[in-house]
């Protein structure tokens, strides 16, 4: 059969990996990890098609992505190849992020979908950026996202609460890969803060997105390369002031902010959180809370924040929302700085180990009393966390991916965002859930703990909590721990 | 901040999916049960880019899918927009099939990778072709195949043994969803047979390509457009004939056909198998067995074949090897029309259940007498395919996902394809494999178990074999039922 004979061999395309078997062990390790904490901060997974109409990314993506897009057409349709030719642009676009799809996915069943959604999806996604350290054209991206609430109006105190379960997944996962906040720290700011004060520096609405831009970009820019560019655009003095100085921290008053740092105590990963004032996020649908998990010498591990406009602008109704995306390649150098990352028959072992059961291990509530809200969520978070061993914590060499680590596993905890405070809607809705044990936190610092499958309660007083063998056994241990 | 509000909702691409949380199970149900089977077939995991050079398959892909390519250019360069506007042909193209990667990442290190390499994948795939049942523009597909041998001739045993492997792991995953050989056979030819019949009927060296083509694109058209198609490649009126007769199976002499089909009565895959000249597979790369599997109704759920050439085509040194693809949706199609996809809380459960270990449980070799041989490929598919339970077995409503099911596990098990017999030689490998066990197969039906952590053998008669728990107790299980 004649055929075509390569002339030399071909190559991968530039900025893209060929994974042979070890090193698809070691991205398998990466994404378990993210499944994992997804799965037990009780996030469903979802996915997207890898390509979207072009379209879709004109909307909001920010011209950082816009340019930054490969662009896809089949050659089966003669409008296409038409279209191509005289515009050199393509109907379709390789995705650059998730957000955009999740919100057309989140819109076209609006109506039907609960209250929130807490997605995460992981997948390959493609820039046409110069390849160089912690940037590839084509890399795997993990997304977390909660989107919608239950009650008409979106409390300040529910929104507070979303952006924390959306922080609080990443800091699940930064523990069990055994980073710590020596070496990561997430640094919080609020748009619309920053936004009121570029204001107040006379930075015109027009020019918001320009300024986010810039400030986003300060790092990664020479400092007349900055000036320059907020020059050109007509940016007035005092913001290029505030830019282009070496330390700017403005004293900011955001309520909102330290009602995000509030709920991030209660939940004990405020070790990890900083406000800082001058991290943007370069892309233009943020509205309120924006957070970049930063390590010393590496781009951003992580990004994200909540995006309150643009369910709306994909068609579906006004949608409070907030997530973070974090990339394989950063966080893979990341680990393999900081010798993390499990090599030979550790690293096969540790690829095999279980995940967290898609089934909620449990489902908890107050009863009656809204000061047992915080122990709601502080049991929520021990869940998903799980207590490290003894025997682990006194080993000088320990590594994360040891069997002995945890003397309570990290466990699959939800919550609810609902205002109703009636138990019974409450376990239905665990049942609906497929919840395997239901956790009521009692007024008197006393806890019930239902059987979802045998429907038999125990109630015990925090402290004192100790029932039978296996899951029981651990949530039972985990009460015990509470206070 | 302006933007530009999209006037409609925005749809995905034709042919693409949104996945929302159960959907996404259904899918990860099947990617788990194919990433298990592979890996207890000894398969080990890789990866390529999601995107190539157009060039690539150009090489030896065949025009069926030059034809369906999605096209990709970054707008970064003004030489690939230029390109673009002046050919309409893109320097990128998404994959549309895996094998010209798998050949290209073969090539590039053929010296220093194992011989034979057994590599799986699984990951999206892209043709612009018309979406129908049982085929979409994006698909997620699952590639297997073993490529190189490790004698510098391969004899027709070791491909015979070779194309087996490759059959069995697709067996595998059939009985581990439940399919049985009532509703899905696998059918086997041979390229060279047919070639050599074709040339018999009068086609010459340059229409084999056409000829195949047509063939295998037989029961999707009209027997007269099927006439009309054949007549213009100016094929001979004996090919015609026997390529538009309703029922035409040749009786013909395939040698190397019955040496697989011999194997596979070892491994205890043979009511799987039948042999049918009538397929013939699209890909213009095959060149020894070919086989397709299917269920009444349906497209080819998997289909694979024997390239011997393709490596050296993309510039390695010539390298046996054979392999196949399986996509996601002709499979789901078949799982749910046999109702044996699980729902519910069932299917949150098999999602997230513990997959084989990656480590292997047990590598297998025969000492001494090369007529231990067989028992030992057949040890291998025992240990596979797990032995499954009397309960299960007499339940008439079970299901595959049951946790009953199995009273000895599938496992991981290994062979070797070196001819070496010295034992040290293969024990040295099972211990660079980091295998649990070295299990050899002696002369007089005596087994001798190794475990390689602690290098204590056992010495025990097949048929009275029995030993202590977990792993070594299933593996003496399967070794006392081998007989």
Known sequence: MPSKKPSKKIKPPKGTRDLYPEDLLRQRYITNAWRDASIRCGFEEIAGPTFESTDLYAVKSGDGILNELFQTFSGKSDKEIEQVQKTAQAPYALRPEFTPTLARMYSAHAKQLPKPCKWFTAGPYFRAERPQRGRLREFLQWNVDAIGLPSEEATPESKAQMDTEIIECAVRLFESLGLTNDSLRLQLSDREVMADYFASLGVSDDQLEIAFTLLDRKPKLAADTLQTLATDANLPAAFIAFLTAEHTEPNL?????????????????????????????????????????????????????????????????????????????????????????????????????PQASIRPDAFIVPNGDPANEPLVHTLAANLRRGIESESWLADKNRKPWQTNRYSVPPLHARISYKSTRKINKLKADASDQHAKFFVEIHADNKVELTNMDTREPITSPIGSFHVDPSHEHYIGQAIANLL
């Open 253 to 353: 008053d955001a309520s909102g902010l330290d009602s995000v740092c509030s709920v991030c105590s209660v939940v004990k990963i405020d070790p990890w959180i900083t406000k800082d004032f001058t991290i943007a996020r370069g892309l233009a649908y943020y509205t309120g809370t924006v957070f970049e998990a930063l390590a010393d010498g590496e781009r951003a591990v992580a990004g994200g924040g909540r995006y309150d406009n643009l369910i709306e602008l994909f068609g579906g109704p006004p949608t409070p929302a907030c997530g973070f995306g974090m990339g394989d390649v950063v966080l893979g150098n990341l680990l393999d700085d900081k010798e993390l990352m499990p090599t030979g028959v550790e690293l096969l072992e540790a690829v095999a180990r």
